[in-house]
């Protein structure tokens, strides 16, 4: 049996996640005034909940109506008062798709599209350098010029790298800026913690779950028999890489959520955009690295700061597996990488957000992000008056409408009367 590691990465993540979250604050100080959605009306003070609805092509379903919405505050139903459609992308985002024209008045009733009132949208790249080798961070530079080209004049981009803050420039809609930054990104990924035993992500994971025969393997593999202590020095390195990448996963989430942090400060619609080559995560039950509880907390940051959360993993695992930092076989390096993705998939999850794989070029994964944060819903709900108490609630939104997904907040916090 493996014996369970001390909390030394426990306390170094408590030691890195205030300089992450200060310096993404200072990122945000002066972030561009968010376009104001317009005020309710009303003898009963209404909640406003922004939901976007897209397609399967990842395009926003026009002519929804608030009866079409079902909003659920801690598992019971909330009465939707109104429903008005918020254009955030120009007009010729739309165009050709043979849908509805975007104008006032060719929506119901219930809906209102403020084609006239276009401010721009808020997004913010946020580049992991610690996920990335020093020859690969060219990768992540790429990406983001692909979707930083992508933009409309009127939207703000700005740009931080973590878990160390070497890179920021605050929301701008001078592009240019923030292209110039991207060349100052560099990786910052360090070979794993190795002790005597040679030893991949994926059989730490599993010797970690409790595997006896990945246990029994190894020791075969490293261990002559005739070396009677050298199984105790295979499960003592086991820890010590298990614990390197924990600490590992640990730092990179508390940047995210150092972000996320952040941008609570902004009001109004924003998107937070991560370009990572991976967040490694125990993929089998018991299996570390385990940091479910920080990506939680990272779902938690994002519903409280109304922000969307789209993850983009940059896989290099083509060369990672014939670089010189890898020993192990293909059939390694490709469980490897899918447990990269897992903790980024996990993390998008948590947020209600979306995880893109890319490969080679990032161009669709992108052209998605900017159709749908193209336009969203607000909805006036009427909560009970019991709901009016200044704490955090859990907010469940449907559509009745087959073939679509909706994003929403997934708490929400009503302040008392």
């Known amino acids: 049996m493996m014996m369970a590691s001390p909390p030394t990465s426990r306390r170094i993540f408590s030691g890195v996640i205030a300089g992450l979250i200060a310096g993404a604050t200072a990122l945000l100080a002066q972030a561009p005034p968010a376009q104001q959605p317009p005020r309710f009306r009303s ?25 079409q919405f079902e909003v659920e505050i801690d598992g019971r139903k909330r009465p939707v008062v109104s429903a008005q459609f918020l254009q955030q992308a120009p007009r010729s985002v739309f165009a050709g798709r043979g849908n509805q024209p975007l104008t006032p008045g060719s929506q119901p009733p219930a809906v209102r599209a403020l084609a006239g009132e276009y401010t721009g949208r808020i997004f913010v790249l946020g580049i992991d350098e610690n996920s990335f080798w020093a020859g690969h961070a060219r990768a992540a530079n790429d990406a983001a010029r692909i979707f930083i080209d992508r933009l409309e004049p009127e939207d703000y981009i700005g740009l931080a790298t973590f878990p160390a803050s070497t890179v920021q420039v605050t929301p701008t809609r001078e592009h240019y800026k923030v292209r110039d ?87 109004g619609r924003k998107t937070l955009v991560i370009v990572s080559a991976g967040i490694t995560l125990g993929d089998r039950p018991g299996a570390r690295p385990n940091v479910r509880g920080e990506v939680a907390a990272a779902g938690l940051a994002a519903a409280a700061a109304n922000t969307n959360l789209y993850v983009l993993h940059v896989d290099t695992s083509f060369l990672e597996t014939f670089s010189a930092q890898s020993g192990g076989s293909v059939t390694t390096m490709m469980r490897d990488s899918s447990a990269s993705e897992s903790g980024l998939a996990a993390i998008a999850a948590a947020a209600g957000g979306q995880l893109f794989g890319v490969s080679t070029r990032a161009d669709d994964a992108f052209d998605r992000v900017l159709r749908e944060t193209s336009a969203y819903y607000l909805l006036a709900i009427e909560p009970l008056d019991s709901d009016r108490d200044g704490q955090t609630h859990r907010v469940k939104v449907k559509v009745r409408q087959k073939g679509v997904t909706v994003r929403s907040r997934s708490t929400v916090v009503i302040p008392k009367r």
């Open 43 to 67: 003898g009963v003070e209404l909640v406003a909940i922004d939901v976007e609805v897209v397609g399967r092509d990842g395009e926003p379903v026009l002519g929804l109506r608030g009866d």
């Open 181 to 267: 930054a991207l060349d100052k990104i560099v990786g910052r990924k360090s070979p794993p913690m190795r002790g005597t035993t040679a030893l991949s992500a994926s059989e730490v994971m599993d010797i970690t779950a409790g595997d006896s025969e990945v246990l029994a393997r190894v020791i075969a593999r490293e261990c002559s028999p005739a070396d009677r202590a050298c199984p105790k020095r295979v499960q003592a390195d086991v820890i010590d890489m298990a614990q390197d990448l924990e600490i590992r996963a640990l730092v990179s989430v508390s940047g995210i959520r150092g972000l996320l942090g952040a941008m609570a400060n902004v009001q």
